[in-house]
C-alpha cells in the first residue's frame, strides 16, 4: 500500500532547517536577540542532512522488501520531498 500519491495534494511543507532560518531572520528574533547571520553553506548543508536523513528512515523502514520495491519507493520519495519542501 503505497499512500505517498495521496500526499502529494497537501501544500509545500517547511524543513526544521528552513522554519530555524526563517524565525532567525524574522523581526521578533531580531528585536529579543539582535542581528543574526547563518551562512548560506551551512543551511544548504543542514538541509542536505535533514533530507538524507529522512530517506535513511524510508530505507530502513522498507529494508526488508524487495530491491524492486526499494528502488521504487526511492524515487517516491524523492518526488515527494521535491514536491513537498522544494519551491
Known amino acids: 500500500m503505497i499512500l505517498l500519491p495521496l500526499i502529494y495534494t497537501q ?3 517547511q524543513t526544521a532547517v528552513e522554519l530555524l532560518v526563517e524565525q532567525v531572520h524574522s523581526d521578533g528574533y531580531t528585536q529579543a536577540f539582535g542581528r543574526t547571520y547563518i551562512s548560506i ?5 543542514a538541509i542536505a542532512l535533514e533530507k538524507q536523513q529522512m ?4 530505507m530502513t523502514f522498507l529494508s526488508s522488501a524487495s ?3 526499494n528502488s521504487f519507493i526511492r524515487d517516491e520519495f524523492e518526488k515527494y520531498y521535491n514536491e513537498t519542501y522544494n519551491s
Open 41 to 45: 553553506d551551512l543551511v544548504e548543508q
Open 55 to 58: 530517506k535513511d528512515f524510508v
Open 67 to 69: 530491491p524492486a520495491v
Open 11 to 13: 501544500m509545500k511543507k
